[in-house]
């Protein structure tokens, strides 16, 4: 039988992302020290996450002598080359996960409203709201990920990817500082950020939100002018509060 093909991602890690693929690159038999010096990650983050990993029952203790540092360990259940996201008390953790469901259905489906996408993104114990989706996309269309219809009280907005831009599997990391940033786990590095320094504003791409907010919340009162009596929706009241947030 042939040997069985390990798996890696590239591109941005997150720390436990370089701690899991020494456990498994040492799946017979490792301790925490070895992780540390494997991984280039701290002894305490390193003790936590092995923590984690045996309370998900993903590892168990092979050698208890001595230290923590030295008992040893051996992987017990593969889950592939993503790391698993347990918390220490070893239960799943959906952090992130929301994003990560999200840049998922856009990519299947091309071109969709938050609404929709809020739907399919909602699978198992990820719960997505169509005021989170709304907010995602909106800082992925002003990093230049997706291009979106303008405000139309006669129809949702839709959002789509914007040419070249469908980066990979990864979901595009929100940052926020005083602003906006965004970071792409595929690429490695941060693609968008307008974040102020010193009451200047360091953002990668010229605009001005000042007018840009203007021109947004002219069209959302125009849509609650246009709702007349039977009083705005869901939707509209959702849009509103982010942008007055």
Known sequence: M??????????????????????????????????????????GSVKNYIRALNKAALIELVDGAGEFADHRWRLVRDEGAEHPRVTLSG?????????????RSLRIMGEMTAAQAA???????????????????????????????EYDYQGPQTFKLAPGMSTGPRHPVIQKSVSLQVFDPNLNKVVFSNVESGGVSGESSPSNDMQEQNTRLKKLLAEFVAAGVAGPGVSLLQRAQLELA
């Open 91 to 103: 239960d799943r953790s959906t952090q992130g996960a929301g994003a990560e469901s999200l840049w």
């Open 119 to 149: 739907e399919m993104a909602s699978i198992g114990d990820v719960r997505v709201t169509q005021a989170y989706a709304l907010n995602y996309f909106s800082a992925l269309t002003k990093a230049g990920y997706l291009l979106s219809s």
């Open 2 to 43: 042939g040997k069985a093909t390990q798996l890696r991602l590239v591109g941005g890690k997150e720390p436990r992302q370089y701690m899991w693929e020494a456990v498994r690159d040492n799946r017979k038999g490792f301790t925490s020290r070895e992780i540390v010096q494997l991984s280039g990650q701290s002894d």
